[in-house]
């Protein structure tokens, strides 16, 4: 697939060579990249060594006609004879004008685009890459619009084009490295990009076939995992090497690294909006590979100096040869000197029988010099032997005192279990007697029930009697009765609805009495909640005034004692501490519970010895520092290996959130509150789930620290073989002492205070409620009380309206004696009613009291379990205080042992040198009696002279002598055959260097023809992109013109979007609005593009700062330029919408990626399912 140019000259290709005629357009250089290597299916790639050029301060740049600065750096030879003086571009009006009658040359229109054979991109797939599970494309082979909302990948399919066909992960401008693109939470990310291979010229369609998938497979921890695989169109891996990858690249001229091939969002936006006038010359030359073409010729350049370079080597080595051959001349010549040399190895001979003896007496030297050092480091292993011993002694003390605090806190533990036992009983008396009250009140209540029933069937029989009686005395009597039933009736329906209200009256008490219980605990828990509330907000004045205070912390007198320890000279190590300053917190959210963990440990120092310690207490004394509150503890030097000792690394430790700048803080926060096995995890259920759903805790672990779901504090989770033991952690309301991030710490208390806010909040609405509630109970038992008061009245009346009733019938004669004996009767069951009524009201009153009672009893028996747990908890601490003494004392056990062993070590390396000087004593007697047998009278040796030198030199006189001897035995026939050899040997130098001189002089010749078709190509390529630049803003009505500067390198645009300005010159960028720059650097874009001999063109977010008209001019000016390339493939990426009459084109495919948002609803959906 042949690179084509706006002229319709096939642009050479690592593939292709296209020869053209002699007319005077086909000698102008059309090639877009380096020829050196001639091999035409790979080549070396030499874009990493691109000569970069800095990019100009856009405030800083001087105007376009202004004149180079006199303090440029001068210029090398190389740049001297590439530009020949720019004379090449003088006749630039001459060549615009041709550059313009061959853009007017040119059909409108080349007909139907051609579909590309090969070396287009079919698909591009991304798994867990950026923030990305699965990214898939099917791109078009012609014209390929992306569209989609932030988010959705658009981008991410450029990025993913370049970094799996070999791209860097910096040119991408998204990441420094590959491990930044793999999608968080994952750990390993794929990209995939298939190549179209078919056609003639396909690359290796024999073991590829019809497409190439080129996949990159690399991993969060920097590990490039797989690496490269390239597969064939049958998905079988050919070959894992990403040079494999480079000449697929190389041979589809894809120039994936390319700044104006590939334009990313970030240099989109600077190349189309915020480039100065050296950046856009830089994506200029290296768009146009004019930069590639320079930094070749510059290596053959400096290939051809460093050739140079050989010649004063090889005219040396000639000059040797020569010298050879004359010394081969006149061997025969040289026998003089024989008799010095036989002296000199007598002398030598001596030299070398004394020389043996030297040796020896300076090895023995050696070994009484190690015997004194190691007497000199005797006594101080020997002392911290001492020391280690006084160090267990006092852990051996530390741990007695521990166990016996331990057997004291389990003393009370008995006492309180009886306590308790006496609580639950009188508890369990209380609840009988409240369950006894229960059943009388129900069987009250069914004899009232009874009761109730017998009055209804007393009144059903007095009105039959009275109906018999009505029918045998007449109307008047029976009306009378009528009268007396129906009030008597109503008494009996108002006795009933008092007796309801006043059963209602001790409910709405009971009610109030709740409500009002009810408000106690809330109004506690609002007022403590504006105590935490004004805490934290006293705790960030605090934090923002510690900034420059950071022994604000600390004891007043703090600063004086750190003064007195830097002026003491008697320490043997200074004392590191406060341990809190060099204590970082990496999450500050942990800082309250941590600050309680540790308590007074961040107060204290660590020494290294005793005498330390002594002196450290004496300084504390004197500086009125409560020691107390400033522990001292005793460090060791060598460092604690905890490999294999902590948790899994899903866990974070309290070591893990700490960054300990001192090793023996590190071991002494680990000897003492073991915190590379303490968890710390955020949720509650989480950290049951770690701690408690398992049948063991994880491996490592101690205890588990979490946030408490309701209380403003921490909680502590322990599984011991006896079972699960819980305890709060309260949070640290002093100043804080671990070192954070100022900015972060604030931030997390403001968060903190937010939050707490919002619950206070709460709780004042449910204040409220209650509050309210208890208002309506009692508007409702003030209700209930004037309505029982009414009723009764209402009944008092009634009743006396009976009365009158009665007396009247009285007065009839012939009363019924048995009528009488029911209303007699009636009044009784009436009267038991009230009385079992009243009883049931009494027992509702002592259930109420016998309830309070029990509650009481609860609240004590809480209170004695609350006793119970602290004794618990005080017993688990002291257990804990006795473990930590127990494992102190093993590690110095440990320490110990390691000293004795290395004691005894130096005292058995010492007997050892003592034996072996004394070999060395008798090896140096037996030295002096065979040095005395070849010379009685000693040798001495010179300085600098010893056994090795002595001998070197002797064997080498020796040498020297037999090849005298020898030399001198020769006959003339080797004689005569030497000298020819060196003869010979001469003769080829002398061509090798003549042959190099002819070699220089060819590749001067061809650098200097290369040079000039690199400076016709640049005059070529300017011209035409400068002419371009016209024709496309004539598009709109726009003129303008495109300034490019080689000798200064830089480039720019001047624009005049207004018809009606008839100034020749246009505007400055500066001076164009958003929408007319952008439409401006798009025409450059497109212009410099028609000088490219890529197959793949690609543009992201090109119209993001144009208005609706210069948007759909730009579209339309992407698209018509498009099809005029022949066998190009255009990816154009953009957030707006795409004409409607581009996207029904055939040979445009619209991509719309999936909204963000959309998709995770999808995703949420289908998880759900």
Known sequence: MPARTINNLGAESSRKRHHHGEDEEAEEPVPSRSHLNVDSRKRVRLSDVRD???????????????????????????????????EHLQNEVADDHKATQRLRMRPNRLGENVVAENGILELVECINFMCHTRLHCKLGPLLNFIVGENGSGKSAILTAITLCLGGKASSTNRGGALKDFVKEGTERAILRVQIKNQGVDAFKHDVYGDSITVERHFTKTGNSGNGFKVKTATGAVHSTKKTEVEEIVEYYALQVDN?????????ARQFLNASTKAQKYKFFIEGVQLQQLDNDYKLVAESLSQTEAKIPDLEQQVELAKAEKAKAERLLETLEGERSLREKINTMRLKLAWSRVDTCEKRLEQKQAKLAELSSKLTPAEQDVNLKTQALDQADRELETAKAKLERAKEEEPDLQTKVEEAKVHYDAMVADLIQVQAEEREAHQNWKAVADQVKDFGRKIAEEE???????????AQKIKDRDEAQARAHDLQQKIDSKRQQVP?????????????????????????????????????????????????????????????????????????????????PEWGAILETYFGNSLNGFVVYSKTDMNVLADLMRRCSVDS??????????????LAGKEPDGEFDTILRVLKIDNQAVRDTLVINHTIEQVLLIPKRTAAQTVMIDGPAPPRNVKRCITFHDSKNEGLSIERKPSGISTGPVRMWNQSKRLKTESASQVAFLKESLLKLESELQALRVEYRRVQDENSHHKTELAKTKKEADDLARQLQQTELEIAEIEVALDEWDGSDARLQSLREQL?????????????????????????????????ALKAQKLQLKDCEARVRKAEEKAKSAEDNRRILVTHKNDSITAYNLLKAEQQEIEESIGRENDRIAGKQADAIKVCAERVYLLEGETEMSINTQYFALRARYDKMINRRQLNEAQVIDQAEKARQKYTETVSILNSIVEYNERMRKSLSQRLDKWRKFQRYISSQSRANFIYLLSERGYRGKLLLDHKRRLLDVQVEPDKTEKRASGR??????????????????LSIWEAMGSPLRCLDEFDVFMDNVNRAVSQNMLVTAARKSVNRQYIFITPNAIDSKIALEKDVRLIRLTDPRQQRLTDNMASTS
């Open 52 to 86: 970069e050029t800095p990019a100009a301060d856009p405030h800083d740049e001087p105007e376009y006609q202004a004149p180079a600065s006199p303090n440029s750096p001068p210029r090398t030879q190389y740049e001297l004879m590439r530009d020949n003086g720019f």
């Open 259 to 267: 700044p104006l091939n590939v334009l990313s969002q970030d240099n």
């Open 467 to 477: 109906r018999r009686i009505q029918a045998a005395h007449g109307g008047a009597q």
């Open 507 to 587: 409910h709405i008490e009971r009610q109030i009495n709740d409500s009002a219980r009810a408000l106690i605990p809330i109004k506690e828990r609002v007022t403590n909640k504006q105590k935490e509330i004004e805490a934290v907000k006293r705790e960030i004045t605090k934090t923002q005034q510690q900034l420059g205070e950071p022994l604000a912390a600390y004891d007043r007198n703090m600063p004086k004692l750190l003064k007195a320890i830097e002026d003491d000279k008697r320490f043997q190590h200074k004392p590191i501490g406060p341990l809190g300053t060099v204590v970082h917190l990496h999450k």
């Open 628 to 641: 107390n509150r400033s522990p001292i503890f005793v460090g060791q030097r060598n460092p604690l290996n």
């Open 827 to 859: 009044a009784q069951a009436q009267e038991q009613k009230t009385h079992h009524g009243e009883q049931v009201t009494g027992l509702v009153l002592a259930k109420d009291q016998k309830n309070g009672l029990a509650e009481e009893a609860r609240k």
């Open 1068 to 1085: 400055s960028t500066k001076t164009l609005s958003g929408g007319e720059k952008s439409f401006s650097s798009i025409c450059l874009l």
